[in-house]
């Protein structure tokens, strides 16, 4: 029998290609053994956490985004509605990725964020942030309204009066777990008249915006 082998010129291309998908093929007897090519240890997937924060860095840059634009009518019911409901998510995204709690306070005349921090005596206190960007004190126009609802009641809860930044207390807080107190707040206008909205938050941080039973 002729044993000979022929030769077959390949292109350098489909060479690359072969070992790409079988790695290199080593002849024992008649019969190929196919060795598999090796990985890259640097190729490995995302994991599941660091797919979960990139969607949270991701979010958090579209709501920078979109804060950052004026929206011109600011005294527009359904514009302060979906604002504060974008900068609550934002501050549910940030308390996760900082691993710090965060919380949302009522004023008189609008809202303001703050987070838990440790002094250098390991005492926590709630911080209102003054010089954020984005999560700064917001004052609501004349005629905007917005109130806290109290879940059972339906009824409106009145905000109390702040003296001093160091009684701030959060009515809604946001943990570094991604849990928040569930709520329900109305933002309508401030002469009672017009179309209102709702924001509901549920415990397990999803946050949507209704008006007439609609959610959006």
């Not at 291309?13 to 790409?20: D, L, Q, Y």
């Not at 956490?49 to 920078?64: D, P």
């Not at 710090?100 to 809202?111: A, H, I, Q, R, V």
Request: proline share 5%; with cysteine; net charge negative.
């Amino acid at each position: 029998m002729d044993n000979r082998v022929e030769m077959v010129s390949t292109p350098i291309s489909e060479i690359g290609i072969c070992k790409k998908l079988f790695g290199n093929l080593r002849r024992r007897g008649d019969d190929p053994i196919v060795v598999p090519a090796r990985r890259n240890g640097n190729n490995a997937g995302f994991t599941l956490l660091e797919l979960i924060v990139v969607i949270a860095i991701v979010g958090i840059a579209g709501t920078m985004a979109m804060m950052s634009f004026d929206f011109g009518g600011s005294n527009n019911v359904r514009v302060e509605a979906k604002r504060l409901v974008s900068l609550i998510r934002l501050a549910i995204d940030e308390s996760i990725i900082q691993g710090s709690d965060m919380g949302l306070e009522f004023t008189p005349d609008g809202y303001r964020f703050l987070r838990f921090e440790y002094d250098g005596q390991g005492i926590g206190n709630w911080r209102v942030l003054e010089t954020e960007s984005v999560l700064r004190p917001r004052t609501l126009p004349e005629t905007v309204a917005l109130t806290p609802i109290d879940p059972d009641s339906g009824a409106g809860v009145q905000i109390p009066t702040l003296e001093d930044n160091d009684s701030s207390q959060p009515r809604i807080v946001f943990l570094s777990s991604g849990e928040i107190t569930p709520f329900q707040l109305s933002v309508s206008d401030g002469g009672g008249e017009g179309k209102g909205y709702r924001i509901v938050g549920e415990w397990d941080g999803s946050v949507v915006l209704k008006t007439h039973g609609m959610e959006n």
